[in-house]
């Protein structure tokens, strides 16, 4: 207990020194959400995690929710082609439940291989008890928006006596943000804080105003998206109630494939087969951490990283050198590293806190008993204004990216995620709900 505590005052310490050099430190460059945040995933769209969610049911707060996305930007047009989780990942949820960076338990699921347009692949759940079911995933479906039965519902599957409820499949993207006018801002901030130290009011209201663009860079999109309902009986009793989570993806190092893919029968497996240890390639735990404020050459081996190795300090520097050349204070780089870097880059929810929506339309600097983000995450939190509002010290009536409207409503049951998008019809209507 001594030692974790020396550790912590001395990551403390360092954080507090590096606040005040840091704006010597060259920024890196910003990109925008965990959607395509590092070269590697990038490249490997299976393996491209894209949110993680922790909330408590709204209808029902016995019972928790989580979901990991994944392959973002699916035009509703390429559902079909698309719409698939890959049989050779494994999609994992890390469960801490002592209130330190180490993960106490697993939910693991994999997929079948896919074998027609309309068929469900197969998922393998193995739950944190150790209990292991299958259930079907609800197929990618391309029909005209508004046609009947467009999409299909979603399939839910109750796995055994457990009480926990999976669904697998295509969503809408509840994720908001506007990409290029993020990118404006913070180089015409980053350029204010370069000039003077707290920057001039002036130049920095010159640089937010890049946000009146107001759209969001992922509407009219899909992600795939597995989501499970949990009661809160199987997380046991964590420490203070609160429980940490985190998204991770992962595939065989090294993986070997035994045939070709014309070689594979109709219903066999896979051709690829595990071979060595999982290696995750992809994490998800606070947005837009990796994508934000870490350096563009570090930004893989952060996806590869642990949460130990964030609570151990290993990416401190970096974090809080970006968050000085942006103009934030002493008190809130700590506020952000606490939710970050303390005990690891994970999503921490407290099974006591209260919770009645979905938190679309909420916000933290103006909702009256906000319980959302940095609380878990739910759908409809609006993070991207959340971290805005501790970047930019807390300014009085808070701060937007303006790209705050879901163009899909959301379930009021569970997976509680809209609906994916399909291509849109003729006549009234058929624009392009894109907001590029």
């Given amino acids: 207990m001594l030692r974790t505590r020396t550790r912590r005052a001395a990551l403390a310490a360092l954080a507090l020194t590096l606040a005040v050099v840091a704006f010597l430190t060259p920024a890196p460059s910003l990109i925008a959400s965990d959607h395509g945040d590092a070269p590697y995933n990038s490249s490997d769209q299976s393996i491209d995690g894209a949110d993680a969610y922790a909330f408590l049911d709204p209808t029902d707060n016995t019972r928790v929710i989580l979901s990991l996305t994944s392959r973002g930007f699916i035009a509703a047009g390429e559902n079909n082609n698309f719409g698939q989780f890959d049989p050779s990942v494994r999609y994992r ?8 960076p180490k993960p106490d338990a697993f939910i693991d699921i994999t997929f079948s291989r896919r074998t027609g347009a309309t068929a469900p692949q197969v998922a393998t759940i193995t739950l944190l008890n150790g209990q292991t079911f299958t259930a079907n ?3 990618p479906s391309v029909c ?8 299909p519902a979603p399939t839910i599957t109750d796995l055994g006596t457990t009480g926990v409820r999976f669904y697998a ?54 992600v795939m998206n597995i989501a499970l309902s949990i009661p809160k009986s199987l997380f046991g009793t964590p420490t203070n109630n609160i429980i940490g989570v985190n998204g991770v993806l992962q595939r065989r190092s090294p993986q070997l494939f035994l045939a070709s893919p014309d070689q594979v029968k109709p219903g066999a497996n896979y051709p690829a ?66 939710v970050a870097v303390t005990n690891g880059d994970m999503l921490r929810l407290n099974l006591n ?14 909702t009256a008993n906000y319980v959302g983000y940095p609380n878990g995450r739910r759908p409809g939190d609006d993070v991207v204004d959340t971290l805005l509002f501790f970047i930019a010290n807390q300014p009085s009536g808070g701060i937007t ?29 058929a624009e392009d709900l894109t907001r590029n």
């Fill in 93 to 100: 949820f890390e469960i801490e439940l002592n209130g330190d």
């Fill in 401 to 429: 990216d303006n790209a705050n409207v879901n163009e899909v409503p959301f379930l009021s049951a569970f997976p509680f995620f809209p609906p994916p998008h399909q291509p849109r019809p003729v006549g009234a209507g």
């Fill in 137 to 139: 995933s609800t197929p």
């Fill in 273 to 338: 087969t595990g071979f060595g240890r999982w290696v995750t390639l992809d994490r998800n735990g606070n947005p837009a951490v990796n994508a934000v404020l870490i350096p563009f050459g570090r930004k893989d081996e952060y996806n590869a990283a642990t949460t130990m190795d964030d609570a151990a300090g290993r990416f401190a520097a970096d974090i809080v050198a970006s968050l000085q050349a942006l103009g934030t204070n002493t008190t809130n780089i700590n506020i952000l590293a606490g």
């Fill in 144 to 151: 005209i928006a508004g046609s009947a039965n467009c999409p």
């Fill in 169 to 222: 499949g295509m969503r809408d993207d509840t994720f908001n943000f506007d990409i290029p006018a993020f990118a404006a801002a913070t180089a015409a901030l980053r350029a204010c804080v370069a000039a003077q130290n707290p920057p001039d009011q002036t130049c920095a209201n010159n640089a937010l105003a890049n946000f009146q663009r107001g759209r969001d860079s992922f509407a009219g999109y899909n």
């Fill in 353 to 366: 806190t209260a919770n009645t929506s979905l938190g679309f339309g909420e916000e933290i600097y103006s």
